[in-house]
């Protein structure tokens, strides 16, 4: 099995959310600083965010739901209530400049997000989650930069009705941002989980530190 997006980190949802570190504000507007990071990238990874995106617009997810994902991948640099976003227009927000994006190099965008080939991996995703609910629920609460309420009924129904490959990139996002510590256990059924999701093996292997 072929590593997708073959020696990169992160892509899809939770790269774009890395757009926001510590001193983006130099950068410019939260507006600018996405759309820079967009157009200024490679087209594959324009094409892995719209379809995270594409997929967790699609599934309808309420607003609060939306805006507890996004904060825990850009914690504690980026919160949209806080500046002004409502979390279904900042995923219309990122679809529009994708495919703009994309559209640049001439590449099809397509009508709507395709159907996650991972599904049978759900109920694998949903355990992980569950064993680290606790931990994450704690962490959120005295998290450096505010508390995200939300963030384990989020990841379960980004596991549930979006796709579990981007719930389980979110998890590996939450662990770094809030906790809890990664047992060596967990950290062997990550690796197992991220080459099932054909994952380069620096996707996973990046949280490496975070073992307890």
């Not at 570190?21 to 892995?48: F, K």
């Not at 309420?62 to 994902?69: D, G, M, S």
Request: proline fraction near 4%.
């Amino acid at each position: 099995m072929s590593a997708r997006y073959g020696g990169a980190t992160d892509f899809g949802f939770t790269d774009v959310a890395q757009a926001f570190h510590a001193s983006w504000r130099s950068d410019g507007s939260d507006v600018e600083v996405l759309t820079a990071y967009i157009t200024g990238n490679p087209a594959w990874l324009a094409e892995s965010i719209l379809l995270d995106t594409l997929r967790l617009e699609a599934a309808d997810l309420p607003a609060w739901q939306i805006e507890a994902l996004w904060s825990v991948a850009t914690h504690p640099f980026h919160d949209l209530r806080r500046e002004g976003h409502d979390g279904r227009d900042w995923l219309r927000r990122i679809i529009g400049l994708c495919q703009d994006r994309l559209h640049t190099d001439g590449r099809a965008t397509g009508e709507g997000a395709s159907p996650s080939p991972y599904g049978h991996l759900t109920g694998a995703v949903l355990d992980e989650i569950l064993v680290a609910s606790q931990g994450i629920t704690e962490g959120s609460l005295r998290a450096f930069g505010g508390y995200v309420p939300g963030i384990v009924p989020a990841l379960n129904d980004a596991a549930a009705k979006v796709c579990p490959d981007l719930a389980f990139r979110l998890l590996l996002r939450t662990h770094a941002k809030v906790g809890p510590r990664i047992s060596r256990e967990q950290y062997d059924r990550y690796t197992a989980l991220g080459k099932h999701f054909a994952y380069d093996k620096d996707v996973v292997g990046t949280y490496d530190h975070l073992m307890s």
